[in-house]
C-alpha cells in the first residue's frame, strides 16, 4: 500500500486515489448486472465521460503494475485477476 501511495506522489500521470479508483471502476464494470459490456465497448457509453472510462482504467492498472516492485505488483495482479475471470467468463 505504501508503494502505491509513493507511486501515485511521484508519477506526474497519476493522483492521489487514482489506483484504487481504477480498481474499484474495473471491478464494478465487470460485474455489471446486465453484461452488455460488448454493446458499451461497440457503441459507446456516455455515462463514462462522468464516471470514467473502465477500459482506461484497466489498462492504467496493467501501467501501474509495471512501474511497481516485483512483489508488489504480483499483489496487485492477484487482485486484478479476480476481476479478470469475471470479465472472462
Given at each position: 500500500m505504501s508503494e502505491i501511495v509513493r507511486l501515485e506522489r511521484t508519477r506526474?500521470?497519476?493522483?492521489?486515489?487514482?489506483?484504487?479508483?481504477?480498481?474499484?471502476?474495473?471491478?464494478?464494470y465487470v460485474r455489471h448486472?446486465?453484461?452488455?459490456?460488448?454493446?458499451?465497448?461497440?457503441?459507446?457509453?456516455v455515462h463514462w465521460y462522468c464516471c470514467g472510462n473502465p477500459l482506461e482504467a484497466r489498462a492504467l492498472l496493467d501501467t501501474v503494475a509495471q512501474a511497481l516492485a516485483p512483489r508488489s505488483a504480483?499483489?496487485?495482479?492477484?487482485?486484478?485477476?479476480?476481476?479478470?475471470?469475471?470479465?472472462?467468463?
Open positions: 506526474n500521470y497519476l493522483q492521489p486515489g487514482d489506483i484504487s479508483a481504477a480498481v474499484r471502476l474495473w471491478k464494478d448486472p446486465e453484461r452488455r459490456l460488448w454493446d458499451d465497448y461497440e457503441w459507446g457509453n504480483r499483489e496487485l495482479r492477484q487482485i486484478i485477476s479476480r476481476f479478470d475471470a469475471v470479465w472472462d467468463i
